[in-house]
């Protein structure tokens, strides 16, 4: 699923393709990824005739702003989006095509038909479902370690899920929670209360970091993800930990774990992110595989 650094990519790139452009029509040949209005009959007219003005994200979310209109779209697994000439040939799994008057397309493409598309007016969408619970922007101003400990530092649950759950903090995926973690040298399952004021200092700039640094590389190419002009990310090959089960861990040369936490596959290296022993006890001990 794309996380934050790959819808931001996505974002900045329909941004540049699609922005001014009007809306003829809109064909829709998979109803259901049209979330609301309910009837694709009604969001296809609703949207004919007006104009892009620019493409915004919030948390793993697109919204495209119109006038008069505020399109947002989730990609979930695998959803993309192309821009083509009318002419070119359709390909399969495109369930959604948006005619712009000039002859070209925006075409939105979904194997596993996840993906799904709501429509507002002006205003509407921030506070209404799918957007209306999200959590603090990490590359905004307002994620100061002030506030993210305030979400999340008082916590009793394992920190991983914590960082995924999307109302607390957005745009953080399986992906970027397990590279965070390994830089601030933090155990996934590990209580967000059991972590130490030092500790949330080098989380809070591992977060920052490692998701700024992972936008300016496009995002990772991971699975099927391509960018709105089909690029493909390059993160991928600077990422520390993700993917890299039994391969030396960059840091310390251990050998890298992988394990579920929360329902997720997780890498670890357990040299790098101890899980701290209590004190006569074991059984504190984190599952494993
Ligand atoms: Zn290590």
Request: proline fraction near 6%; charged fraction near 25%; include cysteine.
């Amino acid at each position: 699923m794309p996380e934050l650094p790959e819808v931001e990519t996505v974002r900045r790139t329909l941004n540049e393709l699609i922005r001014g452009k009007r809306i003829e029509r809109v064909t829709v040949s998979l109803p259901r990824i049209i979330q609301r209005p309910h009837e694709p009959e009604i969001f296809a007219a609703a949207l004919a005739g007006h104009t892009i003005e620019s493409v915004e994200r919030r948390g793993k979310f697109l919204r495209i702003l119109l006038d008069g209109l505020v399109l947002v779209s989730h990609l979930r697994m695998e959803g993309r989006y192309g821009v083509y000439e009318a002419d070119e040939p359709v390909e399969l799994h495109t369930h959604v095509r948006f005619h712009f008057e000039d002859g070209t397309e925006l075409r939105y493409k979904d194997v596993r038909q996840f993906g799904t598309m709501h429509l507002f007016a002006p205003g509407e969408d921030l506070v209404l479902p799918p957007l209306n619970k999200l959590g603090i922007e990490p590359l905004n101003k307002e994620f100061t370690l002030q506030a993210f400990k305030k979400e999340v530092a008082h916590r009793s649950t394992k920190i991983k899920p914590l960082l995924l759950n999307q109302e607390y903090i957005v745009g953080l995926g399986n992906i970027y929670v397990d590279e965070a973690l390994f830089t601030a040298g933090i155990h996934p399952e590990r209580t967000a209360d059991s972590i130490k004021p030092a500790e949330w200092t080098k989380l809070h700039e591992a977060i920052r970091a490692t998701l700024s640094r992972a936008v300016d590389a496009g995002g990772s190419s991971i699975k099927s993800y391509v960018n709105g002009q089909g690029e493909m990310g390059m993160f991928q090959h600077e990422l520390l930990i993700y993917g890299r089960k039994n391969e030396p861990c960059r840091k310390c040369g251990a050998s890298i774990d992988k394990t579920v936490v929360g329902g997720r596959g997780t890498h670890i290296c357990l040299k790098c992110q101890p899980f701290p022993k209590k004190r006569g006890s074991n059984a504190a001990k984190p599952a494993s595989k």
